[in-house]
């Protein structure tokens, strides 16, 4: 896919030709000097070596004659990124899978930006200028410069700076509209970002591969942008020409809690985010225009630079992924879909599928069924409401966490009612079951009897009993979720169903709920769930919601429903030879009256 690279719009500005003789500023360069109208590319740089103020640096440059007159054709991995190259947003991003040509895009349409950028009124010049910010120079080096170099190579300018180290690129060329000044910088911020980025100076600002980037390389990038060249360079032009800055990102289908997740995908996030964004006059960015670009993944329709690829690119990640146990990272960098990024290995690996057990879409609160909520107790409290149908058709409904926060008891139950209030209306809760740690006496409570589950029950409107089965070992507790999770599909429907809301509990399964390996006193090493994350909060108040349907010994309601055949295969009953017929009436196996099987 191609297009010609009109010189419409910004960059054209011939009615902003710069004032005679220059008006204070640099020397006026070629075009006060040369009518560029209707030259071609080599005759631009014929003239250009005789008339440039110390001579055109790239007059005997092949490679920059040829990227000049390659000019009049551009060609674009697919329409998505074609798109997001002529996009002069203040806020793009492109998300798309390995190989999708999303970087090189982004380069290329830093040249029409520079292009097509206002020309000043002081000395007719388009000055450009794109900073390239990573958090270490390592990062910088290894994958941010080495595709720069391939799209601009250090020949077309002055490339200054070395390995490690801040690296500056300066190109001058001209086109049929006059003299251009092209400038990138490449900066790592270290641990002092907002230091490190005090003072910078830029048009554009580029985050290469975006979603490992902290978030605040956006916050306190977008108050840098737009600040080259200076205001006075822009003097009586109109005002919708004197902004023109942009930030600009690429990168792969990122966690739901990263900021790009939020910034691009989640709309009330967005709005947040923009909300905390200010310049360095305290104006926030509530007029910032953001537009966002998904290419699809292998095996969709448009699928984008696939001309570029060999045949076995693809694939063969798919196949050293699933290799290497590592299948989950063909969502993200091979399909381009939104994921979790493992923390280690889930608990729940081989039972968990979100195909299955995820619904498409909300889930409907049945009117006619009472709620069941299960809760974990402490600082850091938990909630899953949830509906139970047919025979043990779990139905996740919604969950209540607060990761950055420490809520009392009392407070947390009030946010609990809340909950109930808004998303289910009408509907009653039977009955709740909770930690049996939050048994014991509150530390903050006047009332010295009062516990965490009391206190969360009063405040949200039910009773909440504590889970007593399994006496809080933590092997019933997963068996619980185990049996769950594996329980035939029945109507249609498997034994656990989430919505889609609940983000706590699907990254729980998918990523965030792992195994860790503990060790006892005695010395000897177990598995044992990590509890350093914040969903294993969420999940244990499922498993305490769950294990509220099982016996008092533990059996899950799906076992207590095998008919005898599946008795008989696990050990109980007398196993008989092929063809023996079944005597009928009691048989324990067991003679009494000949315990050896010695008696004639």
């Known amino acids: 896919m191609s297009a010609m690279l009109d010189m419409w719009g910004w960059g054209r500005g011939c009615a902003w030709a710069a004032p005679d003789g220059g008006s204070g500023g640099a020397s006026a360069g070629p075009s006060a000097k040369v009518d560029w109208e209707g030259l071609d590319a080599k005759e631009a740089l014929t003239t250009l070596g005789d008339t440039s103020p110390g001579g055109n640096p790239y007059s005997d440059g092949a490679d920059l004659q040829e990227f000049l007159s390659g000019q009049a054709e551009v060609t674009f991995p697919g329409p998505i990124s074609e798109a997001f190259y002529w996009s002069d947003a203040d806020v793009i991003g492109i998300q798309g899978p390995v190989g999708s040509g999303k970087t090189t895009t982004l380069l290329k349409s830093r040249l029409r930006r520079a292009i097509m950028m206002p020309r000043s009124t002081i000395d007719g010049w388009r000055r450009y200028k794109c900073v390239f910010a990573r958090e270490t120079y390592r990062q910088l080096w290894s994958t941010t410069i080495p595709s720069y170099l391939e799209t601009f190579p250090k020949s077309w300018g002055d490339w200054s700076g070395g390995r490690g180290d801040p690296v500056t690129h300066v190109m001058q060329f001209e086109d049929a509209h006059g003299p251009i000044e092209f400038v990138s910088e490449f900066m790592a911020y270290g641990d002092n970002l907002i230091a490190s980025m005090r003072g910078m100076q830029t048009t554009d600002l580029l985050l290469n591969e975006a979603d490992t980037q902290a978030e605040e390389t956006f916050g306190v990038g977008i108050g840098r942008m737009d600040r080259w060249p200076g205001r006075q360079h822009f003097a009586g032009l109109p005002r919708e020409l004197t902004s023109y800055g942009q930030v600009a990102c690429d990168f792969n289908a990122p966690d739901e809690e990263n900021w790009t997740y939020k910034l691009f995908h989640d709309e009330a996030e967005r709005a947040k985010i923009l909300a905390d964004v200010?310049?360095?006059?305290?104006?926030?960015?509530?007029?910032?225009?953001?537009?966002?670009?998904?290419?699809?993944?292998?095996?969709?329709?448009?699928?984008?630079?696939?001309?570029?690829?060999?045949?076995?690119?693809?694939?063969?990640?798919?196949?050293?992924?699933?290799?290497?146990?590592?299948?989950?990272?063909?969502?993200?960098?091979?399909?381009?879909?939104?994921?979790?990024?493992?923390?280690?290995?889930?608990?729940?690996?081989?039972?968990?599928?979100?195909?299955?057990?995820?619904?498409?879409?909300?889930?409907?609160?049945?009117?006619?069924?009472?709620?069941?909520?299960?809760?974990?107790?402490?600082?850091?409290?938990?909630?899953?409401?949830?509906?139970?149908?047919?025979?043990?058709?779990?139905?996740?409904?919604?969950?209540?966490?607060?990761?950055q926060e420490r809520l009392m008891a009392q407070v947390f139950g009030q946010r609990l009612r809340d909950l109930l209030e808004d998303r289910f209306p009408g509907a009653w809760v039977e009955a709740g079951w909770g930690d049996m740690a939050g048994e014991h006496g509150s530390s903050t409570a006047t009332d010295e009897n009062a516990t965490w589950n009391l206190l969360v029950g009063r405040a949200a409107g039910f009773h909440v009993r504590p889970q007593v089965v399994g006496t809080n070992r933590i092997q019933p507790r997963l068996e619980a979720v185990r049996a769950a999770l594996e329980a035939p599909i029945e109507a249609g429907e498997p034994g656990i169903l989430i919505d889609p809301s609940c983000r706590m509990l699907r990254r729980g399964f998918a990523a965030r709920y792992v195994w860790a390996d503990e060790v006892d006193p005695s010395g000897d090493k177990r598995k044992v769930p990590n509890k350093r994350f914040t969903e294993a909060n969420v999940m244990d108040a499922l498993q305490y919601l769950l294990l509220g349907q099982h016996r008092g010994d533990g059996l899950s309601p799906y076992a207590s429903r095998l008919g005898d055949q599946r008795q008989d295969r696990a050990g109980g009953g007398v196993r008989r030879k092929p063809g023996q017929p079944d005597p009928g009436g009691l048989q324990t196996g067991w003679d009494v009256l000949n315990p050896y099987g010695d008696a004639s």
Do not use: M
């Open 278 to 403: 200010e310049d360095d006059e305290g104006n926030a960015a509530g007029g910032v225009r953001i537009e966002f670009y998904r290419q699809p993944g292998f095996g969709e329709a448009g699928c984008e630079n696939l001309q570029n690829l060999g045949d076995k690119y693809y694939p063969r990640q798919i196949r050293s992924n699933i290799a290497i146990g590592r299948g989950d990272l063909n969502d993200r960098l091979v399909y381009n879909k939104i994921t979790y990024l493992r923390a280690g290995e889930p608990v729940f690996k081989r039972e968990f599928s979100p195909r299955i057990h995820v619904s498409e879409r909300p889930l409907e609160v049945d009117p006619q069924l009472p709620l069941l909520v299960g809760l974990d107790q402490g600082f850091k409290g938990a909630a899953v409401v949830a509906q139970l149908r047919g025979f043990y058709r779990w139905r996740i409904l919604a969950e209540l966490h607060f990761p």
